[in-house]
């Protein structure tokens, strides 16, 4: 039986085996789905390498080296710092204070308070025999080495809450002084 039923105004058609509206463009479904499947693709890409950064140590500790100019007396200061870190890591920071001929006198190394508060300072090594600070900088006193190297290690842990950069610098003097600046990015 059929019926001579006006067909409604959404007209149907088949098409591959399958009824589709009229109107309807099958080419916009396949780039559709193209677009989507490449969108995948580079997401997958991205992940890809950031679990691969991971992997090979691109988000973690790096060391960092600055040397100062001789002073008028030859002194110089060499730092070796944590030039990226993240939140809660250990770092050290090493300073080199050397002078050709030795030291006569105690050596004085300044470093900026903002700087060491982005860190928890565990220790000093060698311990100063005098430490005094201001508004700005804290101040460690240490007795002459024998030689004319002193080697200062400060063990920190970067604070949890610290990201993005934090600027510090070295200054030292027994005579006449020398400094040096650096950069650590604390990475999120």
Do not use: C, K
Not at 32 to 57: C, D, N
Not at 66 to 87: E, F, I, L, N
């Amino acid at each position: 039986m059929t019926s001579d039923r006006p067909r409604d105004a959404d007209t149907r058609r088949a098409e591959g085996g399958r009824t589709v509206p009229d109107g309807h463009d099958p080419t916009a479904d396949v780039r559709s789905s193209r677009r989507a499947a490449r969108v995948r693709l580079i997401a997958l890409g991205l992940i890809g390498a950031f679990l691969m950064a991971g992997l090979l140590g691109g988000f973690g500790v790096r060391t960092g080296e600055a040397r100062s100019a001789a002073a008028r007396d030859g002194t110089t200061v060499g730092v070796r710092y944590p030039a990226v870190a993240r939140p809660g890591l250990a770092v050290s920071l090493q300073v080199r204070v050397a002078r050709p001929g030795g030291f006569d006198a105690p050596i004085e190394v300044r470093l900026p308070l903002a700087y060491l508060r982005a860190f928890d300072v565990n220790a000093v090594t060698p311990a100063p025999a005098e430490e005094t600070s201001d508004a700005r900088d804290v101040e460690w006193t240490f007795d002459p080495p024998e030689g004319g190297v002193l080697t200062v290690v400060v063990d920190l842990r970067v604070e949890p809450g610290v990201q993005w950069r934090v600027e510090g610098s070295v200054a030292a003097a027994s005579g006449a002084p020398a400094g040096v600046g650096f950069d650590t990015w604390i990475a999120p």
